[in-house]
């Protein structure tokens, strides 16, 4: 006799938390975010995982964050900025339930500092040290200058110098507005600036991308030694400097979360093999 089996009433719903999230971990970012639109269950799962990562990434295990700003005809004389590591803006708040919307918010901030300028007291105690700057320079007949910023997440090898990995977070170059100058200049000179202040319109924030991935939150000061010109037309300005001073780098959480794994990864595929991608 044929017995005919009933049909399995078993499916992915019937599946627990802990076994859908033991799967979906498996996935890297890039390919785990899409299918947080694939049911509500899966929205809230992946965002467990997401702020689970976040966390994670945020501790930048044996990586430095290094930052270049210069202008084009300055490259090779200006010295790359190391960034220390400050926090991120609401990522504790969130908590594991936090929506993806709200976590892809958050930005992790950092202090970009001269490699040679971090020193350690007696104490152990980190020594105050003065901020790194950009100076900024326009003739009468320039609107902006140009700077381009380049931000890489590099891991450091077994010997001082030596990196293992590298993974670029941008590579761009922002227009520096005579206008956005003389505002930001005179915000610092009525002390309306805000610091450590995480705020997207933020206008001391000048950002390398449309899309708000990375920004530098600078102090901008008018160099007041610069002679005023005898005579200029009425629609002409006049020639100006001025120095911005580097407060913090700014960029997404999930942004530098895809560059941690890329440096990961990196260093998987290099394992074993003697490379070194930068020594400085």
């Not at 979906?24 to 467990?48: D, I, K, M, N």
């Not at 007696?122 to 003739?139: I, R, Y």
């Not at 922002?174 to 995480?198: F, G, H, M, P, Y």
């Not at 005898?230 to 700014?250: A, C, I, M, N």
Request: charged share 20%; glycine share 4%.
């Amino acid at each position: 006799m044929l017995h005919v089996m009933a049909p399995s009433q078993l499916s992915i719903d019937s599946l627990p938390n802990e076994i859908i999230i033991h799967v979906l971990s498996s996935f890297p970012t890039r390919e785990l975010l899409p299918l947080a639109a694939v049911c509500r269950r899966f929205h809230g799962l992946v965002g467990r995982i997401q702020y689970s990562r976040l966390i994670e990434a945020s501790k930048l295990q044996d990586h430095e964050m290094i930052l270049e700003c210069y202008h084009p005809s300055e490259k090779l004389s200006t010295p790359e900025l190391f960034c220390e590591y400050l926090g991120t803006n609401g990522l504790t708040e969130a908590g594991d339930e936090a929506h993806l919307g709200e976590l892809n918010k958050l930005y992790s901030r950092f202090r970009p500092f001269l490699g040679e300028e971090r020193r350690i007291g007696t104490a152990g105690e980190e020594l105050t040290t003065q901020l790194p700057t950009h100076q900024v320079s326009l003739d009468s007949s320039e609107l902006f200058s140009q700077m381009c910023t380049v931000t890489n997440l590099v891991k450091v090898g077994p010997r001082n110098g030596l990196f293992t990995s590298l993974s670029n977070v941008t590579d761009s170059v922002v227009r520096v507005w005579r206008d956005w100058l003389k505002r930001a200049a005179e915000n610092t000179a009525a002390r309306r600036q805000q610091q450590a202040n995480s705020d997207v319109d933020d206008p001391s924030i000048l950002w390398t991308d449309s899309s708000k991935t990375v920004g530098l939150r600078f102090r901008v000061i008018e160099d007041e030694s610069v002679p005023a010109p005898v005579l200029f037309g009425r629609d002409e300005d006049p020639s100006v400097s001025y120095t911005l001073e580097y407060q913090e780098l700014l960029i997404k959480a999930n942004w530098l979360l895809l560059s941690y794994e890329t440096s990961e990864a990196q260093q998987v595929t290099h394992s074993g093999k003697a490379i070194v991608i930068a020594s400085l």
